[in-house]
């Protein structure tokens, strides 16, 4: 018995030691949870958005304030950044900046900007396209001023006219002066209250016969005097005035054409002279006169003399005193050579005399 007694004593003294040990370490583990955080973690950073142990309480949020007043509030958490910061600094408000108005801002720059300037509306600038249309317009509605849109009839600056005034012909000596060829007077009949018509340069011109005596023409009459090209359209105007045209093919003898100008030029103040592809090789020379003409292949003296004195001023727009109006008026000049001289007046009072004092003597 007294063994089974000490058997159980120390039985129950072994029990009561675990049972205090394990109350030990139970209060050892609860003091342990009771530490502070940063003995239990090695951690030393910055926690988002807030550290253990720290209150879950939303930060007070900062007023819309002018950056100004933003930039007094003392910051809690300082920063060693002296930098400027992009777009905003920390604690500053995300208020958009309001750049300054063009109207406030001053620029020295006193000359002028192009395309537009700081704060003017970028908007096409139309004037000058308009004064452009208004010229173009202009020129469009000119009825004949002797210089623009003179392409209608001849370019004088365009070389593809050249062909006017130059003898493409492989074979001259077609043109060469043949004797047994008579001259041929041509005379073409019109009423007697026929008054032929003025047209604008915007109206083509085309005539009824070849050369042409009569017809339409251009306001503006051509200087008087020797041309590189007169085109029918401007020649006609002078032809109704009672003027004579001398025509030569680009191929016709040099020697010819020479001696038919300086009749003609000897005769009359009242005369043009210009190269026409309109003749043939068979008679590559010709006076024209209003409704009348002369195509010849020799030069006849006589016969030149008789026609200019009996066809020249008359037309239906001649005038007696044509010195009135030749040196006021305006005229179409382009290609012009050579302006013709006064024979005896600017009204011809004699035609051909220095031919009748030949005849005298």
């Known amino acids: 018995m007294i063994f089974n007694t000490r058997y159980l004593l120390a039985l129950c ?66 920063d060693p950044w002296q930098g400027k910061w992009f777009p905003y600094a920390p604690g500053e408000p995300h208020i958009p900046k309001r750049e300054p108005s063009a109207q406030q801002t001053k620029d020295s720059w006193q000359g002028k900007w192009f395309p537009q300037a700081p704060g003017e509306p970028h908007l096409p600038k139309t004037v000058n396209r308009v004064e452009m249309k208004k010229q173009k317009e202009q020129q469009l509605h000119i009825c004949d001023d002797g210089v623009h849109n003179l392409s209608v009839d001849y370019d004088p600056e365009d070389i593809r006219e050249n062909f006017n005034y130059l003898c493409l012909n492989s074979n001259r000596s077609l043109f060469n002066p043949n004797l047994n060829t008579e001259a041929l007077l041509t005379q073409h009949f019109l009423p007697s209250a026929y008054v032929p018509p003025s047209k604008c340069l915007n109206e083509s011109i085309a005539f009824t016969h070849i050369p042409p005596t009569n017809g339409a023409f251009r306001p503006l009459p051509a200087v008087y005097g020797s041309y590189k090209y007169l085109p029918p359209q401007r020649y006609m105007r002078n032809l109704a005035e009672g003027a004579i045209v001398m025509l030569y093919h680009p191929c016709a003898y040099q020697g010819q054409v020479e001696q038919l100008q300086h009749i003609v030029a000897g005769c009359l103040y009242r005369h043009l002279v210009t190269p026409s592809q309109l003749l043939t090789p068979e008679r590559p020379l010709a006076l024209l006169a209003w409704r009348h003409s002369l195509s010849m292949s020799v030069v006849d003296r006589q016969q030149v003399g008789q026609f200019i004195r009996m066809y020249a001023k008359l037309g239906p727009l001649a005038v007696e005193n044509l010195a009135r109006v030749v040196e006021q008026r305006e005229t179409y000049k382009a290609s012009l050579l050579t302006e013709a001289r006064l024979v005896t007046d600017l009204d011809d009072s004699e035609l051909c005399g220095y031919m009748e004092e030949e005849q005298h003597m």
């Open 13 to 78: 003294l072994l029990c009561a030691t675990q049972i205090v040990c394990h109350a030990k370490t139970i209060k050892k583990a609860e003091a342990n949870l009771l530490r502070p955080l940063q003995e239990l973690s090695p951690w030393q950073g910055k926690w988002f958005p807030y550290a253990p142990g720290e209150p879950h309480v939303k930060p007070k949020k900062l007023q819309h304030l002018p950056t100004w007043q933003t930039n007094a509030i003392p910051k809690n958490n300082s």
